[in-house]
């Protein structure tokens, strides 16, 4: 299948935004999703941007029956690890479910590593659902390793009323 891999800019907010909330219904946290468009602008988009976004997009014979070129996309930032200094964490990674097994995840989560890579990083982070059997196998069969299963980790989050109240202290 025909598609290409680009880095992502401010006109394709509104395309990323459609499948934020395309992932979240995938992983039955729709409900959670607070990001707009608007923020996707401004925090992807600024002077200095807190994330970075890579597109997957087909040519218009191959667009969906709802009208999108815009196939997958995948968003990362450049992060640092105390044990081996410079990383990169892999926020999402999506294809839209008729374009997957054709080879669309493999490219973003490639040029994420090499954009990591290019940028001094020696690890690429992220994290998967347990239940999401086919991610899981996806990734195992990368090269990558669940370091929860390995390393024992679990990934703890503040958010909310507990955040302001951890930043009173």
């Not at 992220?126 to 069969?141: A, C, I, R």
Request: contains cysteine; charged residues 25%.
């Amino acid at each position: 299948m025909d598609f290409s891999i680009r880095a992502a800019n401010l006109d394709d907010c509104k395309d990323i935004a459609r499948m934020i909330m395309e992932l979240a219904e995938y992983e039955k946290v729709s409900d959670h999703v607070k990001v707009t468009q608007k923020d996707l602008e401004q925090d992807g988009f600024s002077k200095n941007p807190f994330f970075h976004g890579i597109i997957a997009e087909v040519p218009e014979q191959h667009k969906t029956k709802e009208g999108h070129t815009k196939i997958g996309y995948a968003l990362y930032f450049h992060a640092y690890s105390s044990w081996s200094g410079r990383a990169i964490y892999m926020e999402d990674l999506y294809v839209m479910p008729e374009f997957r097994g054709k080879g669309v995840g493999k490219a973003l989560i490639s040029k994420v590593a090499q954009l990591g890579l290019a940028a001094g990083s020696h690890q690429l982070n992220f994290t998967v659902l347990d239940w999401n059997k086919p991610s899981v196998d996806f990734y195992l069969s990368q090269g990558c390793f669940d370091i929860t299963a390995t390393m024992g980790y679990h990934c703890m989050r503040c958010e909310g009323e507990a955040l302001k109240h951890l930043a009173q202290l």
